[in-house]
């Protein structure tokens, strides 16, 4: 506080040193919401797993800097309020290592993972036909978004006392929420479930290049932009009320990143009663 201070009133008294600024984040990498559709069998259930990149993604927006995860985690407990309805926990973990760098002009991140968590609710609306789902889900996640960010003093320099080949580096992460909302039709007939969907979410985001005052010390890290991600999967019931799940997903739009399609599995275990 006092630093932010004495920083205004320099400014006040002379002038604010700019600073130019590039920067680089690793946010999550789109994904969908992966429930089958179909309602939980068992009073609760935890579930474990990941989606991968077999194709590096691409730079869709020019302003943007980023490294996007080739890899992302996804853990999920789950509790079943009524027949049709269940609330849930979750944590995610998008990797840094191997992450894809967008473009060659910006700096690499230093942060370690992005990581999130947050909760939500699936509800299984029932049809006329046996077995044929529609499901509506809400997932809220809190992403912690490592940056890094490189300065370069451009004017007011030596009236507030920084040299005038003054650079700095400045690391951190930016808290971002990000809400999803997802349709997901399936059917299920005896231990297999085939469900797909779209699910709608904003894709935490942040622009390369800039200008600054002293002040500004947060990493600037955005929402960013609404993507809908189509995918398309199977579930089988492989005994004793675990379910293994395997899907294939696409963003359907370019900003701020160009996606290939991504593969995504789970399994989930049941925890208490058999709800059936």
Same mark, same amino acid.
């Given at each position: ?181 997802? &349709?997901?039709?399936?059917?299920? =007939?005896?231990? #297999?479930? +085939?469900?797909?969907? *779209?699910? @709608?979410?904003?894709?935490?985001? $942040? ?40 899907? &294939?997903?696409?963003?359907?739009? =370019?900003?701020? #990143?160009? +996606?290939?399609?991504? *593969?995504? @599995?789970?399994?989930?275990?049941? $925890? ?5």
């Amino acid at each position: 506080m006092r630093v932010a201070l004495l920083l205004a009133a320099t400014c006040a008294a002379s002038g604010c040193a700019t600073f130019a600024t590039n920067r680089v984040a690793l946010p999550p990498h789109a994904a969908p919401i992966t429930t089958t559709g179909q309602p939980m069998q068992s009073t609760g259930a935890l579930s474990l797993g990941g989606q991968a990149d077999p194709l590096a993604p691409a730079l869709g927006n020019p302003e943007v800097g980023l490294e996007v995860p080739r890899a992302q985690l996804h853990g999920e407990l789950a509790l079943r309020v009524t027949r049709n309805f269940d609330f849930e926990v979750h944590a995610d973990d998008g990797l840094h290592d191997g992450a894809t760098p967008l473009k060659s002009t910006q700096p690499p991140v230093d942060g370690g993972n992005v990581t999130g968590g947050g909760f939500g609710f699936t509800y299984s609306a029932e049809t006329s036909e046996p077995g044929l789902r529609i499901a509506f889900a809400m997932r809220l996640t809190i992403w912690s978004v490592p940056y890094t960010e490189y300065r370069a003093c451009v004017s007011n320099c030596t009236s507030n006392g920084y040299p005038t080949d003054y650079t700095d580096e400045v690391k951190g992460s930016d808290s971002v929420p990000q809400l999803a909302l997802a &349709v997901v039709p399936s059917y299920r =007939t005896g231990r #297999v479930t +085939y469900f797909g969907g *779209l699910t @709608a979410a904003n894709h935490p985001t $942040l622009i390369e290049k800039g200008t600054e005052l002293p002040t500004d010390t947060d990493g600037n890290v955005q929402s960013g932009p609404l993507n809908v991600i189509a995918h398309a999967g199977v579930a089988i019931e492989v005994g004793s009320g675990v379910i293994a799940s395997a899907y &294939v997903a696409q963003d359907l739009a =370019t900003d701020p #990143v160009r +996606y290939g399609p991504s *593969l995504g @599995a789970s399994v989930s275990l049941p $925890l208490g009663a058999d709800q059936r």
